[in-house]
């Protein structure tokens, strides 16, 4: 995956994000030749404008990983951010994520915590591992 080199750029769990990404952009059937990689980000570009969360979603991993657009964490919070408040679980942790590290927005540990554990309750498996791997309470 184009930008992809396995370091973690700050995000924490970028590990465990990375099959989320490999299945999210095939779910959307990016194609892989530059000019069809082009239209596929536009067309999802046009999906996000319309309010197709999973669009949102999939082009904040996109902003994060700097597959098909130039990196921008900035840009990847804010995405992740759109989705989250429309209640999107992957979306929740990505943005969770995002706060508990301080990366792209203002570290907000509380609000990253309470992010996350809403993702897990909602059933988002990466989100639970990752507050059983920072021994933080699941919730019911």
């Known amino acids: 995956m184009k930008g992809f080199n396995g370091v ?12 989320r990404i490999v299945t999210s952009l095939h779910q959307f059937q990016l194609e892989d030749d530059a000019h069809g990689e082009a239209d596929s980000f536009a067309t999802h570009d046009h999906a996000a404008e319309k309010g197709y969360i999973p669009a949102i979603y999939a082009i ?6 700097g597959d098909r657009v130039e990196q921008d964490v900035s840009q990847a919070a804010a995405y992740f951010e759109w ?4 209640g999107y679980p992957p979306a929740m942790y990505e943005f969770g994520l995002a706060l508990f590290h301080g990366n792209g927005v203002a570290m907000d540990v509380p609000r990253a ?3 996350i554990r809403a993702s897990a309750q909602a059933g988002d498996e990466y ?3 990752f507050l059983l791997a920072h ?6």
Do not use: F, K, M, Y
């Open 113 to 115: 915590v309470s992010l």
């Open 135 to 140: 021994s933080l309470d699941v919730g019911p």
């Open 60 to 65: 904040g991993l996109c902003l994060l990983t």
């Open 127 to 129: 989100a639970r591992e």
């Open 83 to 86: 989705a989250s408040n429309a």
């Open 8 to 19: 973690d750029r700050g995000w924490g769990a970028i590990v465990h994000t990375q099959p």
